[in-house]
């Protein structure tokens, strides 16, 4: 598999078409391949239509009966992506793409952690996604934790105990994902 330009970004919502324009802009004169967007906040029976110019393929998942949450993948054209399964959950908080990447097996994941229990909702998709995986693992999102209080707050000290901030370094290193 080539070097990819992977993004996460957490929109705040893409509901205006200003908005909406001004972020794939920015993203696309970035070159990321694949972009994982947070808080989209569009509607399930809302789907948006997106002028497939850079992002060809889009994957959606999104809260079912208001403007919250929402999650989406995006693949620019000239990556080769062919799906094989996915899957969403019903809030809107999850979305994971099994499939091949140029030739090569992946699991791509986008996951927004709600703000409260982040440990236990990270630990059941942790769970999930180690059911579902298959190949190598690419994981975007929003987590609204440090997952490495010592380098991602200025006070270096965490809001989740030390205990399950072990359990969650445990469970990424078995899947192998990196904190970037």
């Not at 850079?54 to 009966?65: D, E, I, M, R």
């Not at 987590?143 to 490495?148: Q, T």
Request: hydrophobic content about 40%; glycine content about 4%; proline content about 2%.
């Amino acid at each position: 598999m080539a070097t990819l330009k992977l993004i996460s970004y957490n929109t705040k919502g893409l509901n205006s078409a200003v908005k909406l324009s001004q972020i794939l802009h920015t993203l696309k004169k970035a070159k990321a391949d694949i972009i994982f967007l947070q808080e989209t906040h569009f509607l399930k029976k809302k789907n948006p239509l997106f002028q497939k110019h850079y992002f060809a393929k889009w994957f959606h998942s999104c809260s079912p009966n208001k403007n919250s949450k929402g999650v989406s993948i995006a693949i620019a054209k000239h990556i080769f992506f062919d799906l094989v399964h996915s899957y969403t959950d019903s809030e809107g908080r999850v979305i994971v793409l099994m499939g091949r990447l140029d030739g090569t097996l992946v699991t791509l994941a986008n996951l927004y952690t709600p703000n409260v229990h982040q440990s236990a909702w990270i630990s059941t998709c942790l769970a999930l996604l180690d059911s579902l995986k298959i190949g190598e693992s690419i994981v975007g999102g929003d987590f609204n934790i440090s997952l490495d209080p010592l380098i991602d707050t200025s006070s270096g000290k965490s809001t989740i105990s030390y205990k399950t901030l072990k359990h969650i370094k445990t469970s990424r290193q078995h899947l192998s994902l990196i904190d970037v």
